[in-house]
């Protein structure tokens, strides 16, 4: 018989802490099972002193979605607070999960604790699952003995980054689609329709503008149309190249930032996230230098990133307040600064960056529509005008034909 010192939680609130004699390590953690007990470390006594080693962070070949992980996390913190022990909770879920990336994923979480290991070093052997401000908060959940309120928590949290990104994708998706369809017809007009159709003025004498622009053009698109196809290739490889790197993700950002309209939607998308999760992580006791690292590390603008960073930098890590070096940021609005200012001295920051996110949240979602009411009906308007033209191109030299006819 061995001697094992366990630390486990009983019930939604309470941690225990004790010593209990078992033939084995798994077999201790069947006896805790019993004693509705749900273990967070389980460790021989001639082991307890030194912590156990981290196990190697292995990459999964495939990625888990993101939706996937935050229904993972909804479903266990419900398991945890209604008092059901982990291993027992992670079994529940692997038995009900449809996605064999997902199943495999929490049957490793569940081998890795078995051995002894706490959730958040299990979690840390797959980093693109669960990435580092995650990691975080299961760490302040399982040292605070809250690991249900910490999971629950990040649930939530995910579901509004969600739904923020999905408002973001509807906003953008109907345009775009709008243009790319308008762009490749009047390419296919302009390359393989209307060259069949103008060998029908080559006995005029005379042409409008219009149809002598719109002829030139024609023979120039049916004549080169693989070189512009290539063309577009070589730009779209390079766009894809520059934003691959840091310095070409500054600068794409930096334009970005700088289109009327679309400036402020994504600046207001990228501070309602980034508010959201430095006020989660501020909640979980972690540290403010820490979280701000974290929190910078969600933001998709690298200017905003850059921000944030000199922010900690200049201002956080010298023990000067958050607020001071905010109002000194450029691209986030004194709101946000100013919250931050009232938190602080309220003693309440996770609250007040619970109000700038909500409030950003609502601006996103209004500008969402206003984009969508905006650019819609300008990009149809823009591809009818150009199809009206090339109608009309066609057209008029059979009026003036008919014209002269009289």
Known sequence: MTTFIYKAKHGPDKTVEGELEADSRPAALIALDRMGFSPISVLAKAASASAPRASKSVALPLRVRGREVTVFTRQLASLIKSGVPILRGLRTIVDQTESKRLRGVVEGLEATIRDGSMLSAAMQRYPSVFPPLYLDMVRAGESGGVLDVSLARLADAREKEEDSRRKVQAAMAYPLLVLGVGIVTV???????????????????????????????????????????????????????????????????????????????????????????????????????????????????????????????????????????????????????????????????????LEVATFYEKEVDQQARLITSLIEPALILVVGAIVGFIVAAMLLPVFELGTGLR
């Open 187 to 353: 390419f296919l007009l302009l390359t393989f329709f209307l060259p069949k159709i103008i060998v029908l003025f080559k006995d005029f004498d005379h042409l409008p503008l219009p149809t002598r622009i719109l002829i030139s053009t024609s023979n120039f698109f049916s004549t080169y149309w693989y070189w512009l196809v290539l063309l577009l290739l070589l730009v779209a490889a390079v766009f894809k190249r520059l934003a691959a790197g840091e310095k070409g993700r500054t600068f794409l950002d930096t334009i970005v930032l700088r289109i009327p309209l679309i400036n402020r939607f994504v600046a207001q998308a990228n501070i309602a996230r980034f508010a959201r999760t430095l006020a989660l992580l501020v909640d979980a006791g972690v540290a403010i230098d820490k979280a701000l690292q974290l929190s910078a590390n969600t933001l998709g603008n690298a200017v905003l990133r850059e921000e944030v960073e000199a922010v900690r930098v200049g201002t956080v890590q010298k023990g000067a307040p958050l607020s001071e070096g905010l109002k000194r940021a450029r691209h986030f609005p004194p709101f946000v600064a100013n919250m931050t200012a009232v938190g602080e001295e309220a003693g309440r920051l996770d609250e007040a960056l």
